[in-house]
């Protein structure tokens, strides 16, 4: 079976998988579907690698969705020949072929509500960090609402589906360049901008 047949099922298998968990409309599915998927960068971790992260700042609430979401593509990698794997965990002093991931809480540079930003703007990356500004305000909101407000509808799994796009930037995809595509959460909004930056 030639090679880009595979990446079109690999990438098909990774849009249902975090399509149905995230629940985007998926259907009616096409077996053509590089249809919707993000341009790839190969701007992400190694085959294989395993990658300990740290989450930080958030709370009780949010915690367990950002954890949710590293471990479905922890178990989308196993399907997807990247085999990278997610650890909530310092890497050991005997580590090989890892890298570390910091989700925390601040201001991000792009004034998004949440960016990742790597260590390399080209090739493999050893590090990333994901940053939610929690204080961030939906443009044009009058009186402001928060982008994650406690009180809205959709705040139980935000987190998950911000985190599940954010992590899709350290696995090497970028952003869809039109609306939200079938590889699930990779739309071009929130931040459209972000590429502009620094690899957001
Ligand atoms: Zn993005």
Redesign the pocket.
């Given at each position: 079976m030639p090679k880009k047949h595979l990446a079109i099922r690999s990438c098909s298998l990774l849009a249902l998988v975090l399509g149905v968990l995230t629940g985007f409309a998926l259907f009616p599915f096409r077996s053509d579907a590089q249809l919707g998927c993000p341009p790839v960068s190969n701007n992400g971790w190694t085959k294989c690698a395993t990658v300990y992260y740290t989450i930080t700042g958030f709370d009780g609430a949010q915690t367990p969705q950002i954890n949710s979401a590293l471990s479905t593509w922890g178990q989308a990698n196993f399907g997807n020949n990247s085999h990278v794997r997610f650890l909530n965990a310092a890497p050991p002093p005997n580590a090989e072929n890892y890298g570390t991931l910091t989700v925390q809480t601040g201001a991000t540079v792009s004034g998004a509500p949440a960016e990742?930003v790597k260590d390399t703007r080209d090739g493999p990356i050893a590090d990333a960090t994901i940053t939610f500004d929690l204080e961030n305000i939906i443009p044009g909101t009058s009186p402001p609402q928060l982008v994650y407000d406690p009180g809205v509808v959709g705040y139980n799994s935000i987190f998950t589906k911000v985190t599940l796009?954010?992590a899709?930037?350290t696995m090497g995809l970028k952003?869809e360049p039109q609306g939200a595509g079938l590889c699930f959460g990779?739309s071009a909004e929130p931040?459209s901008n972000?590429w502009n930056l620094w690899a957001?």
């Open positions: 990742t796009h954010e899709g930037h952003d990779q931040h972000e957001k």
